[in-house]
C-alpha cells in the first residue's frame, strides 16, 4: 500500500505476465491476482488473515411446513458452532481461517454462549405469508449487524470474508428474494434444501409464488431493500450488510452457496439503486467460491453477473450444498495462493530465465 | 491406524453420514472423506504432512523444433526452482506444502544446487525419432529414483503427495505416449503446450503421428512399460515409478496436469499388466487435482477412469496449464478439509442436534 503510482489493470497484468510461467498458464488463479492487486492497490497483494462470519437465524415461514428439520435445529446447530464441532468450524481450523458466529435472529436464549456474536434482532423473522418478514426498523437493524461484523474484520486486519449462514427455513427465504428480485417463478427459484420429499417441495413452490403474488406487484420499479424486508431473512439481510460495508472498506468478499450467493445478490441490486460507487466497490470486491448444488444458485450466479460482471464465475464446483460459509472457506486457500503468485514469483528477467 | 475394526466403504459413509450436516452436503468431500478413511484404515484419517515432487528432465526430440522455449530453460527453471521463485515454490509456501525438486535428466551441470536432489540419469532423454527415448537401464533408474522419492515421503510420514514435472518439450513426449497407450492419433492427444504457433503445432503433430508409426505397431500387446520406454521422458517415467511406490506405502497421490496425468496413467497401465494388487492399490491412492486447459487431457483422464474408476474425476478446473505440480498443491487444502471433517465433525448424537 506504500506504491506511489496507482494498481491499473494494465500495471496488473503487465506484472503477472513477467512471472516465470507460459503466458496465461495459472488460468483463473491470474484472473485473481489481477483483481487482488487492483483491489489491494498494490502489486504486492496479501490474503494472509481471513474469516468466515456465519449469520444465524429462524424464519417464520418455516410453520408452512418447508424444512426437513425441526426450527430448534438452528439452536442445536449454532450451540454446536460455539463447541466448535460444526463443518464451517473444522474446515476453517483446516486453513487457518477464522470463524465468528452471529446470532442475528435465533428463536433461543443463546446469551450464554461465549464464543458467539450476540446481535439478535428478533426471535426469527415473520411468517411472509401473514406479514412482511421484517420492519424497517428490523430490516436497518439486521443490515447494520452485518456491517458492524465487516468493519471488526477491517479493524482486525482480515483481508478476506467470508459470507456464510445458519437457519432452518432459510432456502425458502432466499428463494423468495431471488424469486421477487429477478421475478422468476418458485419453478426456478426452489430446491430440496436440506432435502425435503415431493410434498414439503410442492408446498415450499407453493409458499413461494404465494409470495411474489403478495409483495411482487406492488410497483413497477423493483426496489431490493423492499423485496428483502417484505420475504427475507434476518441472517440474508446480516450478509448484505457485511457485503456492503466489506466492499466499501475495500476488503476481499466471498460469496458462499445459495443463500448467500442471494443476500450478495440483493445487496448489490441495492448499491445499483443507491450509489454507482457502492457497485463499482462490489464489483471490485466480490468473489464467488463455487457453484452449489442446491437448484436456484445457477440464476442466482447469472443475475449477480448482470450486476457485477466477470466475478460471478464460481472457483469451486464440488456438489456442496450446506451453507455454513464452507464453500467460501474452501475457495480461501485459492485466493491466498493467487496473491503469493503476484507478491512472490520471480520474473524472467529475476531469475534470469530465457523467455522464447 | 491404531483401530482394531477394518474401515470399509460402508462403515465410512455411515460415519460421514452421522456428522451434523444433512446426508451427502459435502458433495464431493464426504467422497474424499471416505477414501481417506479406507486409504489409511481410520475413520480420523490425517491430512497433514503434505508435499509435491517436481521432476525435472529434458527431451532428445526438442531437436525437432516442436516447443516454445529453448532447451536451456529447463535447467534455467530448475534453478529457479532451487532459489524459491517458481509457481510451485510460492503455491506450496501459501499452503504449507514441502517441494522436493529431483533432477533426474537436465542437460546441464546442476550438481552445486543445494536443495535439488540429484538423480540425474542421463542429460536429458533420446530424441525417439531416432531411437527408443530410454534404454532399458535408462528407464529402470528412472522409475527407481521416482520410487526412492516417494520412499523417502512415506518415511518422512508424508500424507500426500502431489507429483509434478518440468521439461522443456515433454508435452510432445506425454502426448506420444498417450497416443501409444490409447492408440488415438496425435489430432487428439497433441496441444498447444506453453504456447506454440502453428508451425510447431504442425511439426509437434507430425512427430508424434511418426512416433507412433514407429513404435505402435510392434506388436498386438500393449506393453506400457515398452511405451513408456520408447517414446516418455525421463521425468515421466520418475513420475510413473513413484506413482507405483506411493500407492504401495498406501499413500495418497496427486497428479498434476496432462503430463503428470499421461504419467499417471501409464503406471495404473503398467499395474495392470504386472499385479492385481498394485491396480487395486493405485485405485485406492490416486485422486486427480484438476482439469487442465491442455488439449488431451480429457483424454488422459478418461482413460484413467477406465483403469482407476470414478478417482479420475478431477478436483478443479481453473483453466490451468503451467505443470510443475501447482495443481497438485492446490488440490491439497481440498484434501486436508476432507480429513479434516471425517476426523473432528460432531455427530447429530455427540452434538444433541435433531436429526428431523
Known amino acids: 500500500m ?13 506484472a503477472i505476465d513477467a512471472k516465470t510461467k ?17 483491489l489491494q492497490q498494490t502489486p504486492s497483494p496479501t490474503i494472509e488473515r481471513t474469516r468466515v462470519c456465519v449469520f444465524a437465524a429462524d424464519h417464520g415461514v418455516v410453520d408452512e411446513g418447508v424444512s426437513a428439520y425441526p426450527r430448534a435445529v438452528t439452536a442445536e446447530m449454532t450451540r454446536n458452532f460455539d463447541r466448535g464441532g ?27 454462549l461465549a464464543n458467539i456474536r ?36 477491517a479493524d482486525s486486519g482480515v483481508h478476506a470474508l467470508g459470507l456464510g449462514e445458519m437457519g432452518i427455513g432459510n432456502t425458502t427465504s432466499a428463494a423468495a ?13 426452489v430446491g430440496r434444501g436440506t432435502g425435503i420429499t415431493d410434498e414439503a417441495m410442492a408446498r415450499k413452490r407453493a409458499v413461494v409464488d404465494r409470495a411474489l403474488q403478495l409483495y411482487g406487484n406492488r410497483s413497477e420499479e423493483r426496489d431490493a431493500r423492499e423485496c428483502l ?13 457485511a457485503a456492503l460495508e466489506a466492499a466499501r472498506q475495500q476488503m476481499v468478499v466471498i460469496a458462499d452457496g445459495f443463500i448467500s450467493t442471494v443476500s450478495v445478490l440483493c445487496a448489490a441490486a441495492i448499491a445499483a439503486d443507491e450509489s454507482v460507487e457502492l457497485l463499482s466497490a462490489m464489483r471490485a ?72
Open 285 to 356: 470486491a466480490v468473489f464467488f467460491a463455487h457453484r452449489s448444488a442446491e437448484c436456484g444458485h445457477g440464476l442466482a450466479l447469472e443475475a449477480c453477473q448482470a450486476l457485477l460482471g466477470e466475478s460471478a464465475r464460481p472457483l469451486l464446483d464440488l456438489d456442496m450444498r450446506l451453507g455454513e460459509g464452507t464453500g467460501a472457506a474452501l475457495a480461501m486457500p485459492l485466493l491466498r495462493s493467487a496473491a503469493a503468485v503476484m507478491r512472490e514469483m520471480a520474473t524472467f528477467a529475476s531469475a534470469g530465465v530465457s523467455r522464447d
Open 229 to 241: 424486508r417484505c420475504v427475507g431473512g434476518l441472517e440474508l439481510a446480516a450478509i448484505a450488510g
Open 2 to 14: 506504500t506504491d506511489v503510482t496507482a494498481v491499473t489493470r494494465e500495471s496488473a497484468q503487465l
Open 86 to 112: 460444526a463443518a464451517i468450524n473444522v474446515i476453517a481450523r483446516a486453513n487457518s481461517i477464522d470463524v465468528e458466529v452471529v446470532d442475528v435472529g435465533v428463536d433461543a436464549e443463546l446469551g450464554t
Open 22 to 38: 507460459p503466458l496465461g498458464a495459472l488460468g483463473r488463479l491470474e484472473e485473481i491476482a489481477v483483481r487482488l492487486a487492483i
Open 118 to 153: 450476540h446481535a439478535k434482532v428478533r426471535r426469527g423473522s415473520r411468517n411472509f405469508l401473514l406479514e412482511p418478514a421484517m420492519t424497517r426498523e428490523e430490516l436497518d437493524a439486521a443490515l447494520a449487524a452485518g456491517a458492524s461484523s465487516a468493519r471488526a474484520a
Open 177 to 189: 428474494l431471488l424469486s421477487a428480485l429477478t421475478r422468476q417463478s418458485a419453478a426456478i427459484t
